[in-house]
């Protein structure tokens, strides 16, 4: 095999020869530098040049490829890495990129490279990324580099909104007092230091109460910071220190009465699918509830919280980070049997209809998926505006349809009776696989989402997205002249094919009633009447009265969006000219009486025969003035009205700046009225 290699002339030959056969089944054999085989061409180049020139070295951040400095020759008979076949720029044709810089979470990297992704470790080459995945505190610094043809796995705003313990009670709270009944999964709830004069109210005069209640800190997870108390001088303490630190403390009342499992108290990991899809102009959002989970138990059988047992973290909180440290903690080691401190949903719901039959876990079901939507429409609003805002502006109009989704952590506890309560919203819920339960359960999630909102990702999103702006100029462009080209329409049907096979994929599936685990909770299913005509009511109410005060009308964010280019400016129409007035209404003025003398040739924006107010009100004319002298006194202040306001009339007169009439476009005919009357009026 040493033969061939004199015939080779220089080592950018050698990587190219294997790439023009990428084609064929196996790489060619030969004597010439055409025919060298991929092994021994893989080999020579290390041993004869040195890593730095880059012709053989991996793309930089990329996952199962090693480092120049540690590269391995290839085993027998197999091909040149694909690396080789890039093109300028570093980006290989045809490969989707995914963007895994900002996670720790090996299941995301296995699931993107089994769609045959290519995963980037580094921030790099992240700019030309279709898919960026994000698992760390900075989602705020990564969202204005979303381009409109690529997607992320956050809606900005979100962890403002819901993640923040406070401003999801606030949030929350507010939707209570307009639908009381549809929001009765919220516990009592009291955001410290505000609302503690209330809370206080709930105390006896010796500062204790029967009622426990448990506070929690707004910004800090894994249950640090929270305990259970009874006594009003400890949440005093807390509403003092939170006031001093400028960070808020949510108090909630305790649930007492808990089901239970095996003895122990649990709650609920849901996970929570929130995407949107662009309807005439708007962000109308879509929801999916995973039908699997996590069930994460306490470690300690639970018992009534008394003045001895409020400390035991491990009969009271839930929290897996508390639990996994205690001593009585089970892993679970095999499949889903029922058994240790951690199981799944789906054997939970199982559960439930074994002990109270098919009917209940359908109404638990039922009820778990409503909380979960009217949580998320609650502020939806919101995320239009955020969305909107943050983001780079889609100049097609939003074509390319919508560039974000994210997956909720919804952690929610049952009382004795199955009533769910929401307890907390993880907006970067933990994607650890420390058991094979964590494992199947977080690579279908993982995998399913990725089906759901990036079906039709492909390597030429980038110049579709291009494409697509050069047609929508074109169109502006023999709109604003007033010509039609049926042959250039004809000539952009192709990028228009490209762009409606990439948007119509991901919303079919989107609005499918269900899709392997994933069950559509927004639109409702057909089989709760009752849940969608709730929502469709909150969504109205909440896109009605809490609509941000920083976001435009959604009239004038359509206009702009469907034309993003200037469009040149329309001649003014001319006002209709009106008829002189009649002597008998100039000279209907009586001793008693005052007339409303304006210019004929006055603009105005009233209708005629109505009386302007504010600033645009005629001025009064005294009767001793005649009609003919107040129509010189009104053309003399029209004439004012198109001056700087330092010019003085021509009769020397000043006049204030207070007194200039305004330029209106309809031109009023005169009104008169008696003294009294016209009083009244002004």
Request: hydrophobic share 30%; net charge positive.
């Amino acid at each position: 095999m040493g033969s061939p290699l004199k015939h080779v002339p220089k080592p950018p030959a050698l990587i190219a020869a294997p790439a023009a056969s990428k084609n064929s089944s196996r790489p060619p054999t030969g004597g010439s530098s055409s025919c060298v085989p991929a092994t021994q061409v893989h080999e020579t180049v290390q041993a004869d040049l040195p890593a730095a020139n880059g012709f053989n070295s991996p793309i930089e951040g990329e996952v199962h490829h090693e480092s120049p400095s540690s590269l391995k020759p290839s085993p027998p008979g197999e091909e040149l890495p694909a690396a080789n076949t890039e093109q300028k720029g570093g980006k290989r044709k045809g490969v989707v990129w995914f963007n895994a810089c900002k996670t720790n979470y090996d299941v995301v990297a296995t699931c993107a490279e089994a769609r045959g992704w290519r995963v980037v470790k580094t921030e790099s080459r992240v700019d030309q990324c279709n898919i960026h995945w994000i698992d760390m505190g900075v989602v705020a610094e990564w969202l204005p580099r979303i381009e409109p043809w690529m997607h992320v796995n956050h809606f900005p705003g979100m962890n403002n909104s819901l993640a923040r313990k406070s401003r999801l009670a606030r949030n929350l709270l507010r939707m209570q007092k307009i639908f009381p009944a549809e929001y009765r999964f919220v516990p009592p709830t009291w955001v410290l230091p505000d609302d503690f004069g209330d809370l206080e109210k709930r105390f006896g005069e010796g500062g204790m109460s029967k009622t426990i209640y448990i506070v929690k800190p707004d910004h800090l997870c894994q249950g640090k910071g929270i305990f259970l108390t009874s006594e009003l001088e400890r949440i005093r303490q807390v509403s003092i220190s939170s006031r001093e630190k400028d960070q808020a403390v949510v108090v909630q009342r305790y649930i007492s009465r808990p089901m239970l499992i095996d003895g122990l108290k649990f709650d609920l990991r849901l996970y929570f699918l929130v995407s949107g899809v662009h309807v005439d102009g708007n962000l109308e959002p879509r929801c999916h509830l995973f039908r699997d989970g996590l069930v994460r138990l306490c470690t300690t059988p639970y018992e009534p919280p008394t003045a001895e047992t409020l400390d035991q973290k491990c009969m009271h909180l839930t929290n897996y980070a508390v639990n996994k440290n205690s001593g009585d903690f089970q892993q679970p080691e095999g499949g889903d049997d029922g058994s240790g401190s951690k199981r799944s949903l789906r054997w939970f719901l199982q559960h439930v209809e074994d002990e109270y039959g098919e009917k209940e876990r359908q109404k638990l079901w039922n009820k778990l998926m409503g909380l979960c939507v009217k949580m998320v429409l609650t502020v939806h609003p919101v995320l239009e505006a955020e969305c909107n805002s943050v983001f780079p502006k889609d100049l097609t109009g939003g074509r390319m349809g919508c560039r974000c989704f994210e997956i909720l952590g919804v952690d929610v506890m049952l009382d004795n009776k199955r009533k769910p309560y929401l307890i907390e919203v993880n907006h970067l819920p933990s994607f650890t696989c420390d058991s094979p339960l964590d494992e199947d359960i977080k690579s279908r999630l993982i995998a399913q989402v990725l089906d759901l909102t990036c079906p039709s990702v492909t390597a030429k999103d980038k110049k579709v997205y291009e494409a697509l702006i050069r047609e929508r100029r074109e169109l502006n462009a023999q709109t604003a002249s007033g010509a039609t080209n049926t042959e250039g329409t004809a000539e952009q049907q192709p990028a228009s094919q490209t762009e409606q096979s990439a948007a119509d994929t991901p919303k079919d599936l989107l609005e499918l009633p269900s899709y392997k685990d994933f069950e559509r909770a927004y639109p409702a299913p057909e089989s709760t009447p009752k849940m969608a005509t709730q929502c469709e009511a909150i969504l109205e109410r909440v896109r009605a009265q809490f609509r941000p005060v920083n976001s435009t009308s959604r009239i004038n964010r359509t206009a702009r969006s469907r034309d993003p280019e200037p469009q040149p400016p329309k001649p003014a129409a001319k006002p209709p000219s009106m008829p002189a007035a009649k002597d008998s209404e100039k000279n209907n003025c009586g001793s008693s009486g005052a007339s409303y003398a304006t210019s004929a040739s006055q603009p105005t924006g009233r209708q005629p025969g109505r009386l302007n107010s504010g600033s645009g009100l005629p001025r009064l004319v005294s009767r001793s003035a005649s009609p003919s002298k107040a129509n010189r006194i009104a053309s003399t202040r029209l004439s004012l009205a198109m001056r700087p306001s330092n010019v003085q009339p021509d009769d020397g007169r000043e006049i204030p700046r207070k007194s200039m009439i305004r330029q209106r476009s309809l031109p009023p005919p005169q009104i008169s009225l008696p003294m009294k009357q016209a009083q009244i009026l002004l």
